[in-house]
């Protein structure tokens, strides 16, 4: 947390507003902090730490999976009892590791990291407020969240193992402890962690949502609002509708596993004993489980989108093509998004009739979808474009949104599902759509903001190295797992031995596995530029993008409260790049058209009527200035 | 394969001498001091745009060159009715998403090259057109109720009712290896069972109070179906939730415990075919599982065996049933069936091989079997 403190260093530089203030405490400042910048540092330095993790997870299975049997003994120091005498990973031990490289890269990195970092981050800068509506909350949010982490990282070293039956944990493989020994206190222990999680996630989800409905500054209507803050917003009610029903599910089955409960138990004959409980029924879980999962998918991936648009936008110096549009595309994948979940399960003995309902409302999605990749290559059509970082990491999430996207049209088919199903052909699909384009958004939202979040630039070249290392690693991983998806492989296998029919790519598998080493390898290089650039970076100023939105008229370091003196008001839409007419190739959100007379358009002309209205209301700033 | 490896590792050398090529460039250009873009452009701004243009390239190669290599490696075409269907379907769609797949990335690399910033030049204003946008909202629309009307027809099908004729087996999982049973030698005709009866030789938990069951007889290495007519498995699972997924055939289902479900399907080439097709005397079509279930999850491997009908009748015949390898369940049995049962007993391997079985009320049910309430009754 060293580092984290020292970023927030520079935010001593104080504002004569600030003198009067009385200095908080270095708990109260960079510890227990109420300050959204603090908190969202703190959620973003939390993601890279579990990252580190999950991803190295990752890569210990993908070294059984390209090398079987590989000898391991060289990491016996980390993996102990894990390995047999001749080195080799425990077939319990890989399932763990998938578990938990799912469970913390989808929770912990992706939901935490990317979402509570730039909704903390940005819904305030960019809305024009002093802070979020509860400060106190969001701070629990993030100790909710630290908590789980702590949970869950207690877990990894427990005798029995993580939780060990796929990220999922489908009872009764979860619920019952006699089934493999991850099930056991391991099981109970990611129980206790996911439920702490939830916690933090429906406090912070109601922050951000009551924070962009009521703090907006003077003149920041809906349709000025930047569609970073568009997509936080519909990802927050996401996340507030879906993850109770993934408490009840966890509740009901804490309960099946302590008290005996028959919720998804039934007619059950394990280690020679039959069990009593009938009537039960693990579909049951499924489905509350996958009202959670589904809409989860978007609640990491919409925030990724949000960003994407903001610096496409920025850094093609264009307005994004089809405001209104993404608007709209987004609020559609939000609302679809809660009623496809059963696409996870056409093979799962459910009714066949739901199966061709939610086929239907899954392939809808792709109309959204499509529309937000088209709007995005249009926005980059007849453009300047800079290629900072952030621009080159948000094409290439829309290419991998694209990619991963179109092989999801295949798996929302239900019969195309029957052969497709768990195999690595999904593996392959998620890690792009979702795992890489998400991880990509939060590259994109990290190299963008930085400045503003530190005060000093990222390396540039540095970033691109890293863009193209990543880039292209990640193609190299997942693209050939189609190729094995379509030639049957099972997910969550240890190993290929075991089959004439899996016996085909083992060099392919290989190549894969050395692809992954060198992606991992390569986000080193971010690891370094980030901490070096907190400390050595070269100082940002002001507005270092030459962007619109609000957070780039606070100062360089942007203090307690944001903006010393007024928040300025807002008077148009956050995308008036290379207007016509206009001097410069972007004019701020706080320019009002009454100075811009020689690149209005004709609409734009009546706003000027409307101006002294913004102007005479403060309604959301309860404090006037800067506290 | 090599190929794939070979392609594969090409890109990545080429793209990587690429990147330290631009790098040097950079650290020149900045040392000599000839850079002479704005402030605000990044420093190396052509280079990556460049770097699309090749990544577009090599990519397009790398695509072809491993869809090539790695489709040796597919699985044969499929060897059941509705799996080629399935297969058709596939790669129609396949083709159908190829082309966005391909037009989308690649206007995205080009149009990214192509507006790369120049000095002078400003961009184009341009936020909407609303045309342009409902045609290609329409586009997608059209194509995904193509796909999905397609989709549907074939899933219905394939998840209709099986047809009265069909070969019903059942198949057990549990941790971690598959059991199949069937009707038996005699009435082909599935027993009631109860997961409460399970124990370390009744695997499936046969009920033998059922006339039905006395015949039974299963296997836990391997499963025969016969060619050219409906197999309907009907799959449960003991433990925990396993997958039944037969990857030659396109099968898949989920083994639930306490909820049946089943999956019918036309296998129509037999195993000698496919061998002779193959021109692979070892290969045989096996059944896998592809729900997590515990340590052995990549190992529950089970043959399949289709062979014609006259062989798998065959074969049924000289199975022995449950009662006959484990003689002392007759207990078990009540006593109006005792005599009924004594047939299948070792000890009187000369009975009849074709005693018609009577009809009973039991046996109606206990041949249907779906739903929870089979085994509780």
């Known amino acids: 947390m060293s580092s984290l403190e020292t970023g927030i260093d520079i935010t001593k530089v104080h504002d004569d507003d600030h003198a009067h203030h009385e200095e908080l405490s270095f708990w109260r400042k960079y510890v227990f902090s109420e300050d959204h910048k603090v908190i969202a540092k703190q ?54 590791l998938v578990t938990m490289h799912g469970t913390i890269m989808v929770f912990f990195v992706l939901t935490a990291g990317l979402s509570g970092t730039f909704s903390n981050f940005l819904i305030p800068l960019q809305i024009g407020a002093r802070d979020m509506a509860s400060g106190f909350l969001n701070m629990l949010s993030y100790w909710f969240f630290f908590i789980a982490g702590v949970v869950m990282f207690i877990s990894l070293f427990i005798q029995t193992g993580p939780a060990s039956g ?34 933090s996630q429906l406090l912070g989800g109601i922050n951000y949502i009551t924070t962009v409905i009521n703090l907006r500054t003077r003149g920041m209507s809906f349709n000025r609002l930047p569609l970073t803050i568009w997509a936080f917003f519909i990802t927050a009610i996401l996340g507030l509708i879906s993850f109770p029903v993934l408490f009840s599910a966890a509740l009901l089955l804490i309960f099946d596993r302590q008290f005996g409960t028959s919720f998804y138990l039934s007619e059950i004959y394990i280690n020679g004993e039959a069990l009593p409980n009938v009537g039960g029924s693990p579909i049951l879980y499924q489905h509350l489980f996958w009202f959670l999962g589904h809409p989860e998918v978007y609640i990491v991936l919409l925030p990724a989108l949000g960003i994407t648009s903001e610096i496409i936008a920025t850094n093609s110096r264009k307005p994004i093509f089809g405001y209104r549009a993404m608007i709209a595309s987004i609020i559609g994948i939000a609302f ?36 937000k990749a088209f709007n995005y290559t249009t926005t980059l059509w007849r453009g300047n474009i800079r ?67 530190f005060g000093r630039m990222m390396n540039t070249t540095m970033g691109q190295i890293h863009f193209w290392a990543t880039f292209i690693g990640v193609y190299l991983v997942f693209f050939p797992l189609h190729y094995t998806g379509i030639a049957g492989f099972p997910r969550r296998y240890y190993t290929f031995t075991s089959y004439e029919f899996t016996k085909s790519f083992t060099d392919l598998n290989a190549f894969v596995t050395i692809a992954a080493i060198f992606t991992f390898i390569a986000q080193f290089l971010f690891l370094y530029n980030f901490f070096y650039s907190i400390f050595k970076g070269k100082k940002a100023s002001k507005n270092p993008w030459q962007s619109n939105t609000l957070e780039w008229t606070t100062p360089v370091v942007p203090g307690h409260g944001n903006w010393p003196g007024e928040i300025p008001a807002v008077y148009r839409w956050p995308y008036d790049y290379s207007k016509p007419g206009a001097k410069e190739d972007f004019i701020p959100q706080t320019v009002p058209h009454s100075q811009t007379p020689e690149s209005n358009l004709p609409h734009e002309n009546e706003e000027i009527a409307i101006e002294k209205d913004i102007e005479a209301q403060n309604f959301n700033d309860q404090f006037r200035n800067a506290h | 394969m090599v190929y794939i490896i070979g392609l594969l590792t090409l890109v990545f050398l080429v793209l990587t001498v690429m990147v330290i090529a631009r790098l040097r460039n950079v650290v020149k250009g900045v040392n000599s001091g000839t850079e002479t873009r704005p402030e605000n452009i990044p420093s190396g701004n052509s280079w990556n745009a460049n770097l699309f243009i090749l990544f577009t390239i090599f990519s397009i190669i790398g695509v072809i060159g491993t869809y090539i290599a790695a489709e040796e490696d597919f699985l044969p075409a499929a060897s059941s009715v509705h799996g080629r269907r399935l297969d058709d379907l596939f790669w129609f769609s396949m083709g159908v998403l190829a082309i966005p797949f391909l037009v989308v990335n690649f206007l995205l690399f080009y149009f990214s090259y192509k507006y790369q910033y120049k000095p002078g030049r400003i961009a184009t204003y341009y936020p909407e057109n609303h045309k342009l946008e409902i045609i290609w909202t329409a586009i997608p629309a059209i194509v995904m109720a193509l796909l999905v009307f397609t989709g549907w027809r074939a899933w219905s099908d394939i998840t209709s009712e099986a047809p009265a004729d069909a070969e019903v087996i059942e198949i057990v999982g549990k941790q971690f290896n598959w059991i199949v049973r069937y009707g038996g030698v005699d009435d082909n005709r599935l027993g009631n069972y109860n997961y409460k009866l399970i124990d370390a030789q009744n695997e499936v938990g046969i009920d033998l109070t059922d006339e039905n069951s006395l015949d039974d007889f299963t296997n836990n290495t391997e499963i025969h179906i016969p060619a050219g007519r409906p197999v309907l498995l009907k799959i449960r699972a003991r433990d925990v939730l396993h997958s039944v997924f037969i990857p030659h055939m396109r099968v898949k289902m989920d083994a639930v415990p306490g909820m049946p479900t089943k999956f019918w399907f036309v296998p129509d080439k037999t195993t000698n075919e496919i061998r002779a097709e193959l021109g692979d005397p070892n290969f045989d079509y096996e059944l896998a599982c592809t729900e997590i279930c515990g340590r052995g999850h990549f190992a529950m491997r089970m043959r399949v065996i289709v062979e014609d009908e006259a062989s798998y009748r065959k074969w049924v015949s000289e199975q022995k049933t449950f009662l006959q390898t484990y003689p002392e369940y007759l207990a078990k049995v009540p006593d109006n069936l005792k005599s009924k049962a004594m047939k299948y007993l070792p000890e009187n391997p000369t009975a009849p091989a074709t005693a018609p079985a009577d009809s009973t009320t039991a046996q109606e049910a206990g041949a249907v079997g779906v739903g929870a309430s089979a085994s509780v009754r």
């Open chain 1, 43 to 96: 959620y973003l330095i939390t993601g890279i730490f579990w990252s580190i993790i999950g991803l190295g997870m990752s890569v210990i299975f993908r070294l059984q999976l390209g090398f079987p049997g590989i000898d391991m003994s060289w990491m016996r120091p980390i993996l102990g009892q894990w390995l047999d005498e001749t080195g080799k990973l425990d077939p319990n031990f890989y399932l763990a």
């Open chain 1, 336 to 371: 679809l998004a809660f009623i496809v979940w059963a696409h996870h399960m056409f093979v799962s003995g459910m009714n066949p009739f739901l199966g061709s309902v939610f086929m239907f409302l899954t392939l809808i999605i792709a109309v959204p979808s499509a529309v």
């Open chain 1, 387 to 453: 290629f900072t970082p952030a621009m080159l990491f948000s094409i290439g999430l829309v290419s991998l949104f694209v990619t991963g996207g179109l092989t999801g049209i295949i798996l929302g088919n239900s019969a195309l599902d029957i052969q497709l199903h768990d195999t690595y052909f999904v593996v392959a699909h998620f890690h792009i759509v979702m795992g890489a384009a998400s991880a990509f958004g939060l590259f994109a939202g990290v190299y963008h903001w930085f400045p503003k979040m």
């Open chain 1, 166 to 199: 796929g990220w999922v944990v489908y009872p009764p493989l979860s619920a019952l402890p006699q089934a493999m020994p991850g099930s056991g206190l391991g099981m109970s222990l990611w129980l206790v962690s996911m439920a702490l999680f939830i916690v």
